[in-house]
């Protein structure tokens, strides 16, 4: 079999093969070519001005890694920090933990790291109740809140998180389908906060496909974190990630056409329609919410009702 050339140089030996535009690199212009895709998304969405002082969500996988390692890349002037939040999930934290420090102590980032154990609850005690089959919709409202709160408090005015095409386009999905259009509005590349009690939010690889953050993480010869949480098994997530595979490969296209058409035909639309959400602030905390107390408020009472413990401006104590 001839060997496959790089599509931009060709060299012999492109190992790089993006399967939805076909083209095959070598490891030198794979690279090129994901921090320019990169450049282009930031730019094109006014990242840069509403991320001057980004904290960048940090969980060593390959999407979160590659955005701080693009970013840093691409726009080596920009002050960049990570934030890594300890769940608490036993071997998987730690392990997580290991690469993020060695991915920030490589590239010379400072890390934050905010341990949920602190604050007196993890992640596999708060998978009770209605939580106990679903433990990732209260990990994924937790990450939020801490994200938010820990930004804003260290004076940053943006969140950057490694959410990419594949993940939008997943969520999306399932949004559509059940027609929860109000949450579907808030599914952009930047989402902006009031600089007060919400920062912005920023989704620098919401072009990116899986294949090419994964790509990008080898070609520059990063660890990441390969291992699954252990908590995520048999998630609809994981399966509705394979349907969208399945109809990609009878649809070539599919997730880039319907991740387009989602920003540019449905979203003005939907912004006209459906308008702001009415926030308040949380009755425990102060922080911004649709209700009298915020989920992440929420849920931590129940953890701490469960023991025995009181709730203390929004601190949780006893126990
Ligand atoms: P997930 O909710 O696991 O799909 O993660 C979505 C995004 O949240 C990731 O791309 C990261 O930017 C961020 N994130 C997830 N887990 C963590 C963590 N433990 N610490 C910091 N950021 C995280
Ligand atoms: Fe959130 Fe596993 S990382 S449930
Ligand atoms: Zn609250």
Aim: hydrophobic residues 40%.
């Amino acid at each position: 079999m001839p060997a496959i050339r790089c599509a931009r140089c060709g060299a012999e030996g492109a190992r790089y093969h993006v399967s939805f535009a076909r083209v095959s690199f070598c490891d030198k212009c794979y690279i090129r070519y994901y921090e320019r895709k990169l450049r282009s998304t930031v730019l094109k969405y006014g990242m840069l001005k509403v991320m001057r002082r980004p904290l960048v969500a940090l969980s060593g996988g390959k999407d979160s890694t590659s955005a701080l390692v693009g970013l840093k890349s691409v726009f080596p002037d920009l002050e960049v920090t990570a934030l890594y939040i300890d769940l608490g999930i036993p071997g998987y934290s730690e392990e997580s933990e290991r690469v993020v420090r060695k991915v920030t102590e490589e590239l010379g980032v400072e890390l934050v790291v905010h341990r949920l154990r602190d604050e007196g609850r993890t992640v596999p005690e708060l998978a009770v109740g209605r939580f106990r089959r679903k433990p990732c919709a209260i990990c994924g409202t937790v990450k939020r809140y801490v994200m938010n709160r820990v930004a804003l408090e260290r004076g940053h005015d943006s969140v950057v998180t490694g959410h990419n095409l594949d993940d939008t386009v997943e969520v999306l999905f399932e949004l559509y389908r059940r027609g929860q259009l109000e949450e579907a509005v808030r599914l952009r590349p930047v989402l902006l906060g009031d600089g007060v009690k919400l920062a912005n939010r920023v989704k620098p690889l919401f072009e990116m496909t899986d294949e090419e953050d994964l790509y990008y993480v080898d070609a520059k010869g990063i660890e990441v974190v390969e291992s699954w949480c252990p908590l995520v098994r048999g998630a609809k997530t994981v399966s509705r990630k394979v349907l969208i595979h399945e109809i990609e490969a009878k649809i070539p296209g599919f997730r880039h056409t319907f991740l387009k058409a989602h920003v540019k035909r449905y979203l003005p639309v939907l912004e006209k329609v459906l308008g702001q959400p009415v926030l308040r602030e949380c009755a425990v905390c102060g922080y911004p919410t649709t209700s009298e107390v915020c989920s992440y408020c929420r849920a931590m009472r129940k953890v701490v009702l469960q023991r025995g413990g009181e709730v203390a401006g929004g601190k949780a104590t006893g126990g």
